[in-house]
């Protein structure tokens, strides 16, 4: 058995739900990004951007543990990635909300129940969570579509649904992968500052989009990938951040 | 009906149904063929024919017999007829065999009571026709070595027979449950990406088709069943259905019982490969 690295506890008491330092990773013998140093903590909501096949996506996948890292470290929620056991890694995963860039649902499930899945997962009994879930498919605005099958929900209401999905089990760190893209400028910005809102609760959020104008609608720290590499840009002090909420 | 199979489920359903029809049909079918190979192995072995050699003549037959009315192992004894005999030719030997033609004959059919495999029947018997003052040899039915063990290879053939053609179904089981797995793909993706095991991805699914194999099993074994009573029943002289009870044994059932089992396990396990494999890809991009 893996026993947990006592300087990742301690850095995970301490708010930093994600630290990644000198990762490479890629697809087979393809490297994507390299070299990568990245952080993020409870409270805090990263949008990581950059042109198209840049690697934002595979930033995601690594930071939802669907891609191992091939040099460098990674410990996320407090646990090295690269020592941690295959249940260790899936109680990691379901501690992560995950909004895909094309979000997988049982098609004929109504929206509602797609939602449920992660509590439906933890065993949780419908009686337990139904008011919780009708309270956050309101906060989403998804109220009127809840009870249609997923195939029938427009683009816009898929999307959406996946937040609300991602969100349903109130995860720790929360990872949406081009959660605008198809939607208007307005309703783009509406997604992200409710995304952003999950910082209030404790979360931490990463949002991977083209669009760098999303980082005006919350208090965002904003990252770029450019050559495969992941740099910070113009992290805001604390009172512009509360400026701009 | 709000619980009915729809589309790939009813199909599914319907396969698995048929696959353990044809399963246990052929159990019941292996087991028919054991019984009547063993009855014609028991009969066999309990038959044989007394040569007398001397005294010749009638008073050697009628000697004979008083004899074998004490012997042991003999349940009953009687001198083979003309008509008996020209029977018997005509029967092994093709061409139809007038009882005129046949002469007189120093022949008794004798049926035997079953006996441990290290008692000399033979001898036993030939001892007590030499008490009784008859000398005469008793011919028995062949045995293995003098190629008589064909019931013997027929209920071999019988159950292995059965147990392959029920392997046989069990993949096709196995492999028709893999496209219920693959009808819950997206379920799978959906589960791996909110970090299920490969167990509990797969577990559900697994369950699932293991409890529609059970039902399809359940109703396969149960038309195999009708089906093998109906057969009895046309193929049996005499048989009727307050008969019929008395004459199954109960390892006969035991086909319409491993029709649920086993397409419950070969469904399950079919399902649960399929939704692990589906579960590997979801869970590793690179």
């Known amino acids: 058995m893996t026993r947990p690295n006592s300087t990742d506890i301690d850095l995970f008491e301490r ?3 994600a630290r990644l330092t000198g990762v490479d990773c890629g697809y087979g013998p393809t490297t994507i990004l390299t070299g990568i140093d990245f952080e993020v903590r409870a409270g805090e909501v990263a949008l990581v951007t ?32 690269a020592r941690a056991s295959a249940r260790a890694r899936a109680n990691i995963k379901r501690r992560i909300g995950y909004v895909a860039e094309n ?5 004929q499930w109504s929206a509602l129940d797609n939602i449920a899945m992660p509590l439906k997962m933890a065993k949780r009994k419908p009686r337990d969570y139904d008011d919780d879930l009708r309270e956050l498919v309101d906060f989403v605005g998804l109220s009127d579509a809840a009870h249609l099958t997923v195939a029938k929900l427009s683009g816009a209401e898929r999307r959406v649904a996946a937040i609300a999905r991602a ?23 509406r997604i992200v500052r409710l995304l952003a809102e999950m910082r209030r609760v404790g979360a931490g959020v990463v949002i991977a989009s083209q669009d760098e104008s999303l980082g005006d609608c919350a208090p965002i720290l904003r990252w770029r990938i450019e050559c495969g590499r992941v740099l910070p840009v113009d992290h805001p002090a604390p009172e512009e951040a509360e400026a701009l909420e | 009906m709000k619980n009915a199979l729809t589309g790939v489920e009813r199909a599914l359903f319907w396969t698995l149904a048929f696959a353990a029809f044809a399963a246990a049909a052929a159990g019941l079918s292996a087991r028919a063929v054991d019984r009547i190979a063993a009855g014609y192995e028991e009969a066999r072995r309990n038959y044989a024919i007394i040569r007398v050699i001397a005294p010749e003549g009638p008073e050697g037959l009628s000697a004979a017999e008083a004899a074998l009315a004490d012997a042991p192992h003999v349940t009953s004894a009687a001198p083979m007829t003309a008509g008996r005999a020209a029977a018997l030719l005509s029967q092994w030997g093709g061409a139809s065999m007038d009882a005129a033609e046949i002469p007189p004959l120093r022949l008794i059919e004798i049926e035997l009571a079953p006996a441990g495999e290290q008692i000399d029947v033979s001898g036993d018997i030939v001892a007590a026709l030499a008490q009784g003052g008859v000398t005469a040899e008793v011919v028995e039915a062949p045995d293995h070595a003098s190629g008589g063990g064909l019931a013997a290879r027929v209920r071999v053939a019988a159950f292995w027979g059965a147990l392959v053609f029920g392997g046989a179904m069990a993949v096709i089981v196995w492999l028709a449950a893999r496209s219920l797995a693959a009808r819950r793909r997206e379920l799978v993706t959906v589960m791996t990406d909110l970090g299920a095991t490969g167990g509990q991805a797969a577990g559900g699914i697994a369950d699932e088709a293991a409890v529609l194999g059970l039902y399809a099993g359940l109703i396969g074994g149960a038309l195999a069943g009708l089906a093998g009573l109906g057969v ?16 199954i044994l109960p390892i006969d059932l035991a086909p319409i019982i491993a029709a649920p089992l086993g397409a419950a396990v070969a469904a399950g396990a079919g399902a649960r490969a ?3 494999y589906f579960h590997r890809q979801a869970a590793r991009l690179g």
């Open chain 2, 232 to 247: 009895m029943l046309l193929a049996i002289p005499g048989a009727n259905l307050d008969t019929l009870p008395a004459m």
């Open chain 1, 50 to 81: 950059g042109p198209a096949a840049a690697g934002k996506t595979t930033l995601t996948h690594l930071l939802r543990l669907a891609l191992p890292p091939t040099a460098g470290r990674m410990a996320i929620m407090g646990v090295d990635v």
């Open chain 2, 274 to 276: 399929a939704a692990s």
């Open chain 1, 15 to 17: 708010g930093v739900l």
């Open chain 1, 103 to 107: 979000p997988v649902f049982v098609e």
């Open chain 1, 167 to 189: 969100l349903a089990s109130k995860p720790d760190l929360i990872l949406a992968d081009d959660p605008t893209a198809g939607m208007s400028p307005d309703e783009g910005r």
